[in-house]
């Protein structure tokens, strides 16, 4: 299995504050078949489910604001919040698709400073 | 627009088999994977399988043993079980579906509600 780690575990970022989140993956993400990096971002707030933010690394799925950004290449890769909004309090998690099974990192709790 | 919603029993006893149901409205089944994922209370999310059209699957090798999924595209549902639970199979099971263009299974664009299915005697 494809073993993903995400750090910081917790962070606490002040308004209007950039806040940076981590994810490391024990083999490269990069696959063959259309030479693309397969891992995606999603935002967990509490009794929802994951929302999709980011997929092939760095693409914003339709609708997430554009202070979020993902990038990274090979096992290495972060997602930023360019100016964090009290409504962007969440649980961030990162996903490999490259590979079966699925797995997640586990997790970034997100709060305001 | 997509919506995936989940139903089944909220309670089941040990040793038994958690059956669960997601209903797929606004989008075609075909040419997707779909999948299911659990979260326990406070844990991450942590993926159980998939599904593509009624003749693929692919299983989280932790939990392949006790799960089977099957999809029937003519309700436009598919379905999870899981044998022999324990306590430690409570969690919230969510399903999903693996977007990124017909007949591709990558990121999950959709996802349901979530439904809380505790293992208690």
């Known amino acids: 299995d494809i073993v993903m780690t995400q750090s910081p575990h917790s962070l606490a970022v002040s308004l209007g504050e950039r806040a940076t989140i981590n994810c490391k993956s024990s083999q490269s993400l990069l696959h063959s078949s259309n030479n693309k990096i397969h891992l995606a971002w999603y935002q967990q707030k509490p009794g929802q489910p994951p929302k999709l933010l980011i997929y092939?690394?760095?693409t914003r799925e339709s609708g997430v604001p554009d202070r979020f950004s993902g990038s990274g290449s090979g096992t290495d890769f972060t997602l930023t919040i360019s100016s964090l909004q009290a409504e962007d309090v969440a649980v961030y998690y990162c996903?490999?698709?490259?590979?079966?099974?699925?797995?997640f990192g586990q997790g970034t709790k997100l709060e305001i400073k | 627009q997509v919506q995936l919603q989940e139903s089944g029993p909220g309670l089941v006893n040990p040793s038994e088999t958690l059956s669960l149901t997601c209903t797929v409205s606004?989008?075609?089944?075909?040419?997707?994977?779909w999948g299911w994922l659990r979260q326990p209370a406070g844990k991450g999310l942590e993926w159980i399988g998939r599904?593509?059209?009624?003749?693929?699957?692919d299983y989280s090798p932790s939990l392949k043993s006790r799960v089977t999924i099957s999809i029937d595209t003519s309700k436009n549902q598919f379905s999870l079980e899981l044998s022999s639970v324990t306590a430690a199979d409570t969690a919230v099971y969510y399903c999903?579906?693996?977007?990124?263009?017909?007949?591709?299974?990558?990121?999950?664009?959709?996802w349901g509600q979530g439904a809380l299915v505790t293992v208690t005697s």
């Open positions: 996903q490999q698709y490259c590979a079966v099974p699925r797995t």
């Open positions: 606004g989008a075609s089944m075909t040419g997707y994977f």
């Open positions: 092939w690394a760095s």
């Open positions: 599904i593509y059209r009624s003749d693929y699957t």
């Open positions: 999903a579906r693996e977007g990124g263009g017909a007949g591709s299974g990558w990121y999950l664009d959709y």
